[in-house]
């Protein structure tokens, strides 16, 4: 997502996108078709917000597709290795 959003945001707008969101809505609908409590968070500049949905929510599973960081492509891993710390 090329900006920031709010840890509540309501994504039925991008989810609507069919060319942009396609694969979020998929896998978010494929949770919630299964039964599993879902969480979406979209990062932009900011990890506090992922760190902050972890500590609260404490998810079992985290689905991360994120392709880029601020913009920068190659610091995707970066986000990658953060939820990977205990």
Excluded: S
């Excluded at 990062?43 to 392709?67: G, Q």
Aim: net charge negative; aromatic share 12%; hydrophobic share 40%.
């Amino acid at each position: 997502m090329p900006y920031a959003v709010g840890r509540n945001h309501d994504y039925t707008e991008e989810f609507a996108d069919r060319d942009n969101c396609y694969t979020e809505n998929d896998v978010h609908r494929a949770l919630l078709e299964n039964g599993y409590e879902v969480r979406l968070l979209g990062l932009y500049a900011d990890v506090r917000p992922l760190l902050d949905e972890v500590r609260e929510f404490k998810p079992d599973v985290i689905f991360n597709l994120l392709e880029t960081f601020h913009q920068v492509t190659h610091w995707d891993k970066n986000i990658a290795a953060l939820i990977e710390i205990p």
